[in-house]
């Protein structure tokens, strides 16, 4: 019985050739295919795939969010991050969200393929790259030496509502996507500048580019 895979980047190419490489392989299939974080967790929901190869940065809903949705209304389904970035917030972001894996994209088919195997199987799976980043945060958490990102201060729902807005939403198109009323958007915003001490949606805008929620 072959694993079946779910790819949600926002990079079609990234996405094609992923599928080539994937269906190459016996014993794997890709079922499907998104392009933003919120279809990712639609797909994820409506056809349950043994693992979802996701990319951290894509639009509507980013990886980490994304991901940590799956997790919790997919238990089955194990989230595999694939991501250009070795950077500590983003790992440690992926990880936090309840990924089983994270890769570089840089990383060679056949350490993929093992991958998709060993969180197949119910297990975890780093690159050395990323284990070693994994190792240096617990060795300076014993330390006393680091600092936890400032984006995972804010909830979920409050990064949500902020990558919506840096990408121009207005407060009724973002209660209407959420499902929630204009004045309790309004409220986690002003919740949201309040703990970044920020005061303008321009400032919001640069703190989610420069923290890797969303890009230009």
Known sequence: MSIKILLADDHKMMRDGLRVLIENHADMEVIA?????????????????????MDINMPHLNGMDAAQQVVEESPETRVLA?????DRRFVLGMLKAGVS????????FEELALAIETVTAGRHYLSPMIAGTVVQDYMDHLSGKGK?????????????ILQMITEGKHTKEI?????????????HRLKMMRKLDIHSIAELTRFAIREGLTTL
Request: hydrophobic share 40%; with cysteine; proline share 3%.
């Open 175 to 187: 209660a209407s996507v959420l499902h929630l009323s204009a004045k309790t958007v309004e409220t």
């Open 33 to 53: 295919q998104a392009d933003n974080g919120r279809d990712a967790v639609r797909l994820a929901r409506k056809l349950n795939p043994d693992v979802v190869i």
């Open 101 to 108: 894996g994270y890769l570089l994209k840089d990383c060679a």
């Open 82 to 86: 694939l991501s250009m970035h070795s």
């Open 148 to 160: 936890p990102s400032v984006l995972l201060s804010l909830s979920t729902r409050e990064r949500e």
